[in-house]
């Protein structure tokens, strides 16, 4: 299928648009906000959609000799150890490509010498509005971690090949690590 072929597919289509009718602000956090929104659908009825508002984050797929960055951490929602790339949020109009060189040098103490546009990752679209841009480090120079406060992070390195055997058997379930995973057994970082 052609990429032409996949934009035609990607056009807005009315039989399936929701227009938003109103918005009810609920909630506002450090890091997102929650909606209520009421909105009519296709067939004429009305429903609602909680929505989650995020300014979106930035991360980086840094790989070397056959294997990939990741930053070994808990994190409470899963309630569970993860293995991620190195990735934070984006700071309101923050340029993507800034913010996931930051935190590649924070997180695991890389420079990174040259990054390019890799992937953009929506994680829940059924109702977040965040978007994860995933960078690839062509190169980069080793230098010193200095993770926020509060971050604790081990950073390992693991050979692609295991990490997709580790995706086939759901224990890694981050859509960003997942990418750049596949991205890296792929050959294009």
């Excluded at 009305?46 to 300014?55: K, L």
Aim: proline share 4%.
């Amino acid at each position: 299928m052609s990429l032409d072929t996949i934009r035609e597919l990607l056009k807005p289509d009315a039989r399936y648009v929701e227009r938003i009718e109103g918005v009810k602000h609920e909630w506002d956090g450090r890091i997102f906000t929650v909606e209520t929104l009421s909105v009519r659908l296709s067939d004429d009825s009305t429903s609602w959609r909680e929505i989650v508002r995020h300014n979106g984050g930035a991360g980086v797929c840094a790989v070397r000799d056959g294997k990939i960055c990741l930053v070994r951490q808990y994190r409470v929602a899963l309630e569970r150890m993860s293995l991620e790339i190195p990735a934070g949020k984006l700071d309101p109009g923050e340029d993507p490509a800034v913010c996931a060189a930051r935190e590649l040098e924070e997180e695991t103490g890389l420079v990174a010498t040259e990054i390019v546009p890799l992937a953009v990752t929506a994680g829940a679209p059924g109702f977040n509005n965040e978007k994860t841009r995933i960078f690839a480090a062509l190169g980069f120079e080793e230098g010193d971690a200095q993770p926020d406060d509060g971050e604790f992070v081990d950073v390992v390195w693991v050979p692609i090949g295991d990490m997709v055997e580790a995706i086939r058997a759901g224990l890694i379930e981050d859509a960003k690590t997942v990418v750049s995973v596949l991205a890296a057994a792929a050959g294009l970082v």
